[in-house]
């Protein structure tokens, strides 16, 4: 393997993505999970970071509602996209969904099918006022809200 793939996870968070209102405006908690979620890019991975409880569990994570509340805020602020569709939505309960960093270019990998793309910085087109995320919401309201992009097949 290359040094890229095993390479000590670092990470620098650009000015504009940490000052951005997407960034500013996430709960905690979900800040966190971005946080932990880059501790799996190793600089050629991009769009194949997972966010199974079993890896997070290394870093406190106990709840997988809670991870997913925070995936959904991530997503409608723009700040991760889904690069593969998992679970009960992909029909195959084995396979665990995927998610690239928008401020990162995707890395292609054809034996996940994923396809190279630029990054896409969708946190800034990010718009408080359009986003009716809050963390009141049940996850069923939030799944409408953040709603699966185009990378994903539709179900």
């Not at 106990?62 to 991760?80: D, P, Q, Y």
């Not at 919401?137 to 709603?147: F, G, W, Y």
Request: with cysteine; net charge positive.
């Amino acid at each position: 393997m290359t040094q890229k793939s095993q390479g000590e996870p670092r990470y620098q968070v650009p000015r504009q993505l940490a000052d951005s209102l997407a960034f500013r405006s996430l709960p905690v908690a979900a800040k966190v999970l971005w946080h932990d979620l880059m501790m799996q890019y190793r600089g050629g991975n991009n769009g194949n970071i997972n966010a199974v409880l079993s890896e997070l569990a290394h870093y406190n994570w106990r709840s997988s509602t809670t991870i997913a509340k925070g995936l959904r805020f991530l997503i409608a602020h723009g700040l991760i996209k889904e690069t593969r569709m998992g679970g009960k939505r992909a029909g195959n309960l084995k396979q665990c969904c995927l998610y690239a960093f928008t401020h990162l270019p995707i890395h292609a990998n054809a034996k996940l099918n994923i396809q190279g793309k630029e990054a896409t910085h969708d946190y800034r087109n990010f718009d408080h006022n359009k986003n009716v995320v809050a963390a009141n919401l049940s996850l069923q309201k939030m799944e409408r809200v953040a709603p699966h992009n185009a990378a994903c097949r539709s179900t």
